[in-house]
């Protein structure tokens, strides 16, 4: 549309979508866990649904499964960059997912749940990051933003590695 | 079922499928809606970071009132008008916070622009997101709304608390700074 004013017509060209540096899901999503948490009040007299087998082993099987879950996105032949972002996120990954073992076991499900659903989570986020940059030339302008992506999933996995690490 | 496989599905359904607690429906929902949402609050806000977090409050408001989106209006519309009251909602309350302070003359704001922007002829994108940021904060909302997201006047009067009237004025405060600051 010409608005005969150069400015209302700049402004009506300017790009509707941008693209923030980094994936913010994964922060949203851990608000939502946060807001989900049920307010328990404690009681002395009851015992919780945590010391019911059907309880833990419910657990135990979320966190069996993410163990489990087969990481597709790795290939044999993959750009250096992404062979060692995808080590260091397994490393990461491994790491969080061996002091989770020990605290779900002993801890509520409650406080257990959202470390798991944040790791599925970042899974899924390392999976599209990791399966995007194999497939993109080395010198395509998106890569070094997945590339930043992809450090920064990593690091909110070694910090929620740090978080449950500091767990009781 | 993926993500990617859920960005197949429509709005309506993944909406309906989130207000059932569905997380990975509202995540295809996120992924459809972030690059439309991260722009609006980038143009609002005048910062890439203060985006980030408005973008990431406006996720998380629209969840927690997903219950009350009964479908009359599109689910982009809605979360678009929920992340414009939002920002609204944030500005008046850090205004309330710093009406001691003494604000900064905005056509000091844009001599300062001026300054510093190259003439042009025709008008560079770049150019005109930057002196759009460089706007006193009135003046930004209304053409970001007004001009960028195609919002009538009464509705932005609505939205912003303010007469239609002051509205136009802001409206065409805003074009002739920027015609000051780009010319």
Known sequence: MNNQDPILDAAEQLDREQQPMRDLWPDIAARLDERAQPVVAPSRHRPSNWRRPRTWLAAAAVLTAIILAPRGWQQDTLPADVASLDHDYATARADLISVMENRCLTMPATACAPFLNGLAILDRTAEGLSTALAAMPADAPERPTLVANYRSTLDRTRSLHSRAARLR | ???????????????????????????????????????????????????????????????????RFAGQSAFGTWLHRLTVNLMLDRRRADQRRRKHETPMDPDEQAMALRATAAPARVIDRLELERAIAGLPEGARTVFVLQEIEGYPVREIAGMMGIAEGTVKAQGFRARRLLREVLS
């Open chain 2, 1 to 67: 079922m993926a993500v990617a496989q859920r960005k197949q599905q429509s709005d309506t359904e993944l909406v309906s499928a989130a207000q059932r607690g569905d997380r990975l429906a509202f995540e295809a929902l996120y992924r459809s809606y972030v690059g439309r949402i991260f722009a609006l609050c980038v143009r609002l806000t005048a910062s890439r970071d203060d985006a980030e977090s408005l973008t990431q409050d406006a996720f998380v408001h629209a969840w927690n009132k997903l219950d």
